[in-house]
């Protein structure tokens, strides 16, 4: 009999997969080991996220001297047990007793002392890693900020214990960031069925690339904002621990159900029906899924600003499952029922109309659709730059890439690229970023009129946050920024809409004609190529993907470029 046990990803992960998983009517395809990988676990597995993990729980042990490292363990279970058994106060690597009434199994990367329970026993805290940044600024108006207290408190890692941390009521944890609260949730509740958490409120300590040590998290904290069918606003304060324990409640339905299915006629569906997410690019079990889906569903569809999964939901309740259906739908008619299932979603009337437009413009085979009539007018100069930039997992920008075109000579535009092959802190990053600023600055010390162009605001994002630690250099590149860059991503939107969305990819593929090298391009396929070329122990395989990377990056200079020449010709 199969035993129902769920880690620390599932309550993160499609519910699909979950059922996938335990139906045994459904076989595993025979796909590329790294492809059969979830995108968050591959990412952590390569160089960057274990080499994170690594370094973090070397300082742990450093820092604590009464401490046991069970990476090399051949029983990391029963070591586990006597390590919290005699009170010892760090434990690198655990792997939990499975919780068989809860259906739960893993470890965390650590635990932590805390306080003894009230039987006497010791208690502890999961400790987790996470290679990206896990905090932001808390903003008063933003609404799912927490209602008491601080969320976040901060501990050195040479005096990691929550007693040593102090409050932080400016910052919060990111909203991207609540897959990973899941996975504390997941550990906490292990502890709890082991007996082995304090009896104080549920916490865990991350630690990330924020340079902030430990940092401390209340998961008793009602700050999520979730879905909420209850709720006029459609959508409730919730904390990380409720989340967590619903999420991990109905998977394990879906398991149930799917571990009940046999293959007879009398079978009882599935609790869950596929629907493309972005989690599904990187899943074995897409191919399964994809087969169970029309090929004109709305979901495989429509990859622009797509619908999330309780919008399909709803819109399948009423019979538009496909872009035909959402098509020829009467789209007024279909709001009165839709809109009042999707409440939590902010601007979900535009998002349908939307989605209808685009299903519209796929019907017609039409990428790129004209919204405006006659010329369209781009700023032009002596020195025309097309500028993009490059930036590690750990958001730290390491390569700055230029393309240099002189309108008053007869000569080819040339490439231009100031980087840095390996991760950088912050001096190292605006040190980097002050270089290029400086470069720029030649550029327009000649007298002659000098532009840059770039497609979307990330640019300017990136320049304003390093200059404001007040670099001259990069001050000064903020400051020319305002009248001196020219965003054509902005252009393209005020002229174009597309089915596809209004990506450079795309414009420059389907508008200027354009195409990459790289025979997969993509910002995130440069994160993995960016790990490779800074910490792979061949220096054969370091060289070719910063070539790699270069080539990518100079590439997407030439698309603004040939992107500007295609829009002054309409």
């Known amino acids: 009999m199969t035993r129902l046990l769920l880690d620390a990803y599932a309550a993160r992960s499609c519910a699909v997969k979950t059922h996938n998983q335990f139906d045994r009517t459904i076989s595993l395809p025979v796909v590329d080991l790294v492809e059969a990988a979830n995108e968050e676990i591959v990412n952590e597995a390569f160089i960057g996220g274990t080499e ?14 009464d401490s046991i490292d069970l990476r090399e363990s051949t029983d990391r279970r029963a070591a586990t047990a006597e390590a919290v058994h005699a009170s010892t106060v760090l434990i690198v690597a655990p792997l939990l007793p499975s919780d068989l009434v809860g259906h739960r199994r893993g470890g965390p990367t650590a635990l932590l002392r805390g306080p003894n329970r009230r039987d006497g026993s010791p ?17 008063q108006s933003k609404a799912s900020e927490s209602r008491r207290g601080s969320v ?25 960031q609540q897959a990973t609260l899941l996975e504390a949730s997941h550990h906490w509740r292990m502890l709890q069925a082991a007996g082995w958490a304090p009896d104080s409120a549920g916490r865990a300590a991350i630690i990330s690339t924020d340079d902030q040590g430990l940092i401390w998290v209340d998961l008793t904290q009602e700050f999520i904002r979730t879905y909420s069918a209850s709720s006029e606003t459609g959508w409730r304060l919730r904390s990380p621990l409720q989340r967590y324990d619903h999420e991990h409640d109905f998977r394990v339905r879906v398991a149930e159900r799917a571990l009940s299915r046999t293959g007879a006629a009398d079978d009882p569906p599935p609790l869950v029906r596929p629907i493309r997410v972005r989690e599904c690019d990187n899943c074995q079990w897409w191919q399964v899924c994809r087969d169970q889906l029309d090929s ?8 622009k600003a797509p619908l999330d999964v309780r919008e399909i939901a709803a819109l399948r309740t009423l019979g538009v499952e496909t872009t035909h259906d959402l098509m020829n739908a009467d789209l007024d008619l279909l709001k009165i029922d839709y809109l009042p299932r999707v409440r939590h979603r902010h601007g979900a009337e535009r998002r349908i109309e939307m989605a209808a437009r685009r299903a519209r413009l796929l019907a017609r085979g039409v990428e790129l659709e004209r919204i405006t009539n006659g010329p369209i007018e781009l700023p032009q100069a002596d020195i025309e730059v097309d500028f993009d930039i490059e930036t590690s997992r750990a958001e730290r920008v390491y390569l700055w ?6 309108r008053g000579r007869d000569e080819p535009p040339t490439f231009v690229e100031f980087s840095a092959w390996h991760e950088l802190d912050a001096d190292a990053e605006r040190e980097l970023g002050a270089r290029a600023m400086r470069w720029l600055r030649s550029l327009t010390d000649t007298g002659r009129s000098v532009r840059v162009y770039h497609y979307s605001d990330y640019e300017v994002v990136q320049l ?9 250099d990069l001050r000064w590149g903020l400051e020319f920024a305002k009248d001196g860059f020219c965003d054509l991503f902005r252009v393209v939107a005020d002229h174009f809409f597309g089915a596809h969305g209004l990506g450079l990819k795309t414009v420059a593929t389907k508008g200027a004609g354009f195409h990459w090298r790289d025979a997969d391009p993509g910002g995130l396929n440069s994160l993995t190529w960016f790990d490779t070329a800074a910490h792979a122990a061949d220096p054969v395989e370091r060289e070719t993907a910063r070539r790699r990377v270069l080539a990518y990056n100079e590439d997407d200079v030439i698309a603004t470029f040939e992107l500007r020449r295609w829009l002054r010709e309409q």
């Not at 004109?296 to 990859?303: A, E, N």
């Not at 304003?464 to 001259?472: K, M, N, Q, V, Y």
């Open 464 to 472: 304003r946050r390093l200059a404001a630690e007040g670099d001259p």
């Open 152 to 176: 976040v408190r901060l501990a050195p890692l040479g005096s990691p214990q929550f007693a040593c941390s102090r409050g932080r009521a400016d910052l919060s944890v990111r909203s991207r």
């Open 52 to 65: 994170h993990r690594r370094l973090a729980c070397d300082e742990l042990l450093g820092a604590i001297t």
């Open 401 to 406: 890439g230029f393309r240099v075109h002189d």
């Open 296 to 303: 004109d569903d709305l979901s495989v569809r429509i990859d």
């Open 123 to 139: 208690g502890y805290y999961p400790v987790l890693t996470r290679f990206s940044k896990v905090l932001e600024r808390l903003r």
